[in-house]
Structure formats: structure tokens, C-alpha cells
């Protein structure tokens, strides 16, 4: 079975950094699309960056575009999301998820969903204060 397990959440105030990981086993993520998602208190889930060896391509939501950083090691079977520069609307539970053709439909579609991602982890929170 497929398991992904994210960490690296904490408390930051507005303007500071950290490095979430997803760590994955049963599944290569070198043949899959990894995305992180987030999902605020009372939001629905938004997807925020996903890579793809497969075609070395990534993908940012808009929101975080210049400020987060996607990034994976396929040694270590492990996707990173560097966030630089957060902002308090950053703030949720972050999610990694893996899919086998995620790339394919976010480049047709210019967004990522919920949908596209067959397996999930089980989260980690980030929280920013102003």
C-alpha cells in the first residue's frame, strides 16, 4: 500500500521560512507526479506546486509562485516544498499526494485538483502569525 508522510510543519511568523518533506515508500515517485495541496480551516482543498521527473516539469499555483519551491530526491524517494517569504494565508494543512498522470491533466487544465491524485498522506500544519 502506498504511503506518503509529510513533515516539517511548525509556527512561523509572516516572512519566515520552512521546508516541508514527503517522504514516500511503495511508490517511485520518479514515475509519478508528487503534488502538495493545502487546505485552510473552513477552505476547500487547494493544490499549490507539483513535479514530474517524468517530463521535468513543475507546477505553482499562482499564490505562491516566487515564494515556494518544489524539489525531490529520487535517492531518497522524498519531494520537498521549500516556503520562503510566508504569509499568514499560507497558513493550513499541508498534504503531499502522488499520481501517476497528475502532470498531464494540470498542464491541460492549468490548475491542479483533488482528482487527478491517487494516493494522499496524512497531512502536516503550518501555521503563520502576522
Known amino acids: 500500500q502506498v504511503q506518503l508522510v509529510e513533515s516539517g510543519g511548525g509556527s512561523v511568523q509572516a516572512g519566515g521560512s520552512l521546508r516541508l518533506t514527503c517522504a514516500a515508500s511503495k511508490v517511485t515517485i520518479s514515475n509519478n507526479c508528487i503534488g502538495w495541496f493545502r487546505q485552510a480551516p473552513g477552505k476547500e482543498r487547494e493544490g499549490v506546486a507539483a513535479?514530474?521527473?517524468?517530463?521535468?516539469?513543475?507546477y505553482y499555483a499562482d499564490s505562491v509562485k516566487g515564494r515556494f519551491t518544489i524539489s525531490q530526491d529520487n535517492a531518497k524517494n522524498a519531494v520537498y516544498l521549500q516556503m520562503n517569504s510566508l504569509k499568514p494565508e499560507d497558513t493550513g494543512k499541508y498534504y503531499c499526494?502522488?499520481?501517476?498522470?497528475?502532470?498531464?491533466?494540470?498542464?491541460?487544465?492549468?490548475?491542479?485538483?483533488?482528482?487527478?491524485?491517487?494516493?494522499w498522506g496524512q497531512g502536516t500544519q503550518v501555521t503563520v502569525s502576522s
Open positions: 513535479t514530474y521527473t517524468g517530463s521535468g516539469g513543475t
Open positions: 499526494a502522488a499520481g501517476r498522470r497528475a502532470m498531464t491533466a494540470i498542464r491541460a487544465r492549468g490548475a491542479m485538483t483533488d482528482a487527478d491524485f491517487g494516493a
